[in-house]
């Protein structure tokens, strides 16, 4: 069974950068499409990005000048970094892994990270 | 960006109730819908995909059909553990977008 957990700071000052990492367990990282998810608290979901096993990416407009996901094949781990942020990117954020027709099979546990100083 | 809007945003029904939840698309995403369901402090689960598709576990009171732009969720009778939110999502194109969610409620 696979499984993804998100990993990184809880608190995040506006300006810097958000970092996260989600560790994959119970299957390889290649194949399939690792992606990012939010929610703002008491909000719907907003589709961040993903990374191909390859290191293609694709990222949602509204945050492309941002945003960085990457995969590290060696560690089974992909990650996210999302620049410059401010009160609006607080959420939970997921990490999923989602097929080449776009669903999403498997999600993490969801971290929030809020952005304060 | 494609706009999915679902209605209504919130319902309350009873146990044993069928309950219908609608999923429109500002375009035509042929059948890349999906639906999610979400229980408080809990990440989404798939419930249904390419329309419908019912994902392993998921029992057979929920199904998906439509096409095109208009799509729906449908629980034949309604179990204690689906007071959930739901939502759609279309994979059609990204950016991959979902709706607003509907909250399943007790009545």
């Known amino acids: 069974q696979v499984q993804l957990q998100e990993s990184g700071p809880g608190l995040v000052k506006p300006s810097e950068t958000l970092s996260l990492i989600c560790t994959v367990s119970g299957g390889s990282i290649s194949t399939y499409y690792w992606s990012w998810i939010r929610q703002p608290p008491g909000q719907g979901l907003e589709w961040i990005g993903y990374v191909y096993y390859s290191g293609s990416t694709n990222y949602n407009p509204s945050l492309k000048s941002r945003v960085t996901i990457s995969v590290d094949m060696s560690k089974n781990q992909f990650s996210l970094k999302l620049s410059s942020v401010t009160a609006a990117d607080t959420a939970v954020y997921y990490c999923?892994?989602?097929?080449?027709?776009?669903?999403?099979?498997?999600w993490g546990q969801g971290t929030l990270v809020t952005v304060s100083s | 960006d494609i706009q999915m809007t679902q209605s209504p945003s919130s319902l309350s029904a009873s146990v044993g109730d069928r309950v219908t939840i609608t999923c429109r698309a500002g375009?035509?995403?042929?059948?890349?819908l999906n639906w999610y369901q979400q229980k408080p402090g809990k990440a989404p689960k798939l419930l249904i995909y390419i329309t419908s598709t019912l994902q392993s576990g998921v029992p057979s009171r929920f199904s998906g059909s439509g096409s095109g732009t208009d799509f729906t969720l449908t629980i034949s009778s309604l179990q204690p553990e689906d007071f959930a939110t739901y939502y759609c999502?279309?994979?059609?194109?990204?950016?991959?977008?979902f709706g607003q969610g509907t909250k399943l409620e007790i009545k």
């Open positions: 999923a892994r989602a097929g080449s027709s776009g669903y999403v099979h498997y």
């Open positions: 999502q279309q994979s059609y194109s990204t950016p991959y977008t």
């Open positions: 375009q035509s995403i042929s059948s890349y």
